[in-house]
């Protein structure tokens, strides 16, 4: 067994997970609730950390279902079992400091010691410094379109543990069957721990790319805004965009993506975004 896959089987590490999903009621297992689990809570949490441990363990499949967004639309929900919510949890426990050391500065979401606010504080900076032309962008069905091709390629970069891959590798494929005997799996599941990670982790190459061509940006998740002086410069900056998502096996949504000022109009995480400061007003 692997030092990552030993760490995340650790009664440390298992103990410290469960304090944060012991609120959720999400069935244990197939079969078995989790008031049951708890009756006996500690051969339930032993014996998942020696199947870990041993690599004997299996996720569960994963349950599907879709709930309506606020433009009518579904978007499909996978609900895993609190036994592989606990697993992942603990993955992700050591998985964290691995994507905090190279994960990009602009990057907001899913983070610790990140919030809106923060992101809002970059905004402002950039705005300050006179990008006030926006690339206002959304990824089409991001979580839904990752290739796991190009995913795994990249995941056996930063993880040295094998078996610790292997595990991930489960998720992956349990949680996005294929829809055809040749079509490459694609998509994480919404509604996995581990699966804002690998969303961070998946773009922090655009991320870094939009930096290698001088553009200024913040990004949460799939929402990013690109800062530019001018509509010109703004223009540009989407065509840089889209060839930078184009490496990813990934697509803009037209319908969510725009160029435009920056302005009160203008919203971003629910929060309107400031208007270009008058010349001559003062900074107070």
């Known amino acids: 067994m692997g030092d990552l896959l030993k760490k995340a089987a650790s009664p440390e590490v298992l103990n410290a997970s469960w304090k944060r999903l012991k609120s959720d009621n999400t069935v244990w297992a197939e079969g078995i609730s989790k008031k049951e689990m ?28 879709s709930v309506l967004k606020g433009d009518g639309k579904k978007r499909i929900i996978s609900a895993l079992t609190l036994r592989d919510k606990l697993a992942q949890r603990a993955v992700l426990t050591v998985l964290n400091p691995i ?17 809106i606010d923060s992101v809002m504080r970059r905004v402002r900076e950039n705005l300050d410094c006179g ?31 094998r078996e610790l891959l292997d595990l991930v590798f489960k998720w992956l494929d349990v949680g996005a069957p294929r829809t055809g005997i040749l079509s490459r799996r694609r998509g994480i599941p919404q509604g996995g721990v581990i699966s804002p990670f690998l969303c961070n982790f ?83």
Not at 237 to 250: E, H, P, R, S
């Open 38 to 65: 708890e009756k006996n809570f500690v051969f339930h949490i032993t014996q998942l950390a020696n199947e870990l441990a041993a690599g004997k363990y299996r996720p569960s499949q994963v349950r599907i279902f």
């Open 99 to 115: 994507g905090e050391a190279m994960f990009h500065h602009d990057s907001y979401g899913y983070r610790p010691g990140r919030s």
């Open 131 to 161: 990008y006030y032309w926006l690339v206002d962008a959304d990824i089409k069905s991001f979580f839904d379109m990752i290739p796991h091709h190009l995913l795994k390629k990249k995941l056996k970069t930063i993880i040295p543990d």
């Open 202 to 284: 998946y773009l922090t190459g655009f991320d870094n790319y939009l930096t290698n061509n001088n553009l200024p940006f913040v990004r949460f998740a799939d929402d990013f805004l690109v800062f530019t002086p001018s509509k010109k410069d703004a223009v540009k900056a989407l065509a840089c965009v889209k060839k930078g998502l184009k490496k990813l096996d990934l697509v803009l949504n037209e319908k969510k993506t725009r160029i435009v000022p920056s302005s009160p109009r203008v919203i971003f995480l629910g929060q309107k975004l400031p208007g270009k400061k008058k010349a001559g007003k003062s900074k107070k």
